[in-house]
């Protein structure tokens, strides 16, 4: 694990060279703009988008890092399932948000797809005004309100009411913007954060 800890970008963490590196940028871009307005027209990430993308980051890095571009590929997609993992089980993140991630993770790895989430969060929270003028932000509350009480009584929410929200909650543009927030901070600074 300490392989995946002391190196943050697939470059380092696996000597690949620039246009090993543009290749899976450009990979992972197609998807992410692919999934942004299928996102936002239709609330929908599509499995044909996502699947492929998850299966050309485990060939691609295992194509150009051998057996460890293989594992740096496949502990990024397993990060990526595990962040949007409990948000998805209690009703907040629709499977497709779980995939993208996944897709990211396999395609950039774990450093990467953890530091895109984080700043797809920040820009999702830019989407919580919207939500208020809608008229769900209540209903948001409502519902974490409502598993945090079952969480708290029960040591788990399996039995937890259905969210109060109808409609899920359009996470897919804010990680999109997140992960190109982490891109852009890779290829400037290589590595997907400015601190350290």
């Not at 990430?45 to 998850?54: L, Q, S």
């Not at 891109?183 to 590595?191: D, F, H, R, S, V």
């Amino acid at each position: 694990m300490n392989f995946f800890l002391s190196h943050l970008s697939a470059k380092d963490a696996l000597g690949l060279a620039s246009w090993q590196v543009l290749a899976l940028n450009a990979v992972l871009s197609l998807v992410l703009i692919t999934c942004f307005i299928s996102d936002w027209r239709h609330g929908k990430i599509w499995n044909k988008v996502t699947f492929p993308a998850m299966l050309a980051g485990i060939l691609l890095n295992g194509a150009f890092g051998g057996l460890d571009g293989l594992k740096w590929a496949l502990v990024g997609w397993a990060v990526g399932m595990g962040i949007q993992w409990v948000p998805f089980m209690l009703g907040f993140a629709k499977a497709g948000d779980v995939k993208l991630l996944a897709a990211v993770g396999a395609l950039k790895g774990p450093a990467f797809c953890i530091f895109g989430f984080l700043y797809g969060a920040i820009a999702f929270s830019l989407l919580l005004p919207w939500l208020a003028k809608k008229g769900e932000l209540q209903g948001v509350m409502q519902t974490l309100k409502t598993y945090a009480k079952t969480a708290a009584v029960t040591q788990g929410a399996p039995e937890a009411p259905a969210p109060t929200v109808r409609r899920h909650l359009p996470w897919g543009p804010g990680l999109v913007v997140g992960f190109f927030i982490a891109l852009a901070l890779e290829i400037a600074l290589g590595k997907p954060f400015w601190f350290f």
